[in-house]
Structure formats: C-alpha cells, structure tokens
C-alpha cells in the first residue's frame, strides 16, 4: 500500500506560481511513475503531468506545457509540480498519482490507469 499526501495548495492571483508537494510512502520511485492529475467543479479528472521512474522523462497536458514542471528528489521520496503563469482556468483540486508500471513502458494519462491517489490539495486562481 503507497500513500501519497499533496500539500502546497493555496489561493493565488493570475501570473502567479505555485509549488505542489507530494510525499509518498515508499522507500524509492522504482517502477512507479508519479502523476498528477486535477479535478474542477462539475468536470472529470483530469491528467496534468507524469514522470516516468525510468529515465526521468517528463510528459504534459497541453495546457499546462511549458508553465508547468513535474520533478522528484528521490532523497525526499517526494513529488512535485512547479506551477507557473498560472490561470483562473487551472483552478482545481490537484491530486497526486502513482501508477505501479514493473516492466510497462507505457504511460498513463487516464485516471483508472493510476493505483494509489492522495487526497488532493486546492489551488485557486484569482483573476
């Protein structure tokens, strides 16, 4: 069992930035990519941006391309999502994600893809 608690939530102006944390109970990332992912009021969940635990190699929402940055500090078993120049339109619960993926190269961008979730944390933005 892997569990995840997301922290650095907040409410912010338009253009702001904000850091997303995501610390997860496991002893290394080995064979888990880590995601995140965001819900809106009355909206799916919905993939935001994942990393893969072999390699490192990022992969976005078009979105968020290039205002976001998901990176991990494996000393930390911590995941997290810098977020810039951020929009009233990204305003959502951010969940963090780990899909357990051994020998799969494939990687997940829908929700039932991912097996443990946290409990996401809020982000508002203020226009």
């Known amino acids: 069992q892997v569990q995840l608690v997301e922290s650095g939530g907040g409410l912010v102006q338009a253009g702001d930035s904000l850091r997303l944390s995501c610390a997860a109970s496991?002893?290394?990332?080995?064979?888990?990519?880590m995601g995140w992912f965001r819900q809106a009021p009355g909206k799916e969940r919905e993939f935001v941006a994942v990393i893969r635990w072999s390699g490192g190699s990022t992969y976005y929402a078009d979105s968020v391309k290039g205002r976001f940055t998901i990176s991990t500090d494996n000393a930390k078993n911590t995941v997290y999502l810098q977020m810039n120049s951020l929009k009233p339109e990204d305003t959502a619960v951010y969940y963090c994600?780990?899909?357990?993926?051994?020998?799969?190269?494939?990687?997940?961008?829908?929700?039932?893809?991912?097996?443990?979730w946290g409990q996401g944390t809020q982000v508002t933005v203020s226009s």
């Open positions: 994600a780990a899909d357990v993926v051994y020998y799969r190269s494939s990687i997940g961008y829908t929700a039932g893809e991912y097996d443990y």
């Open positions: 496991v002893r290394t990332f080995r064979n888990y990519n």
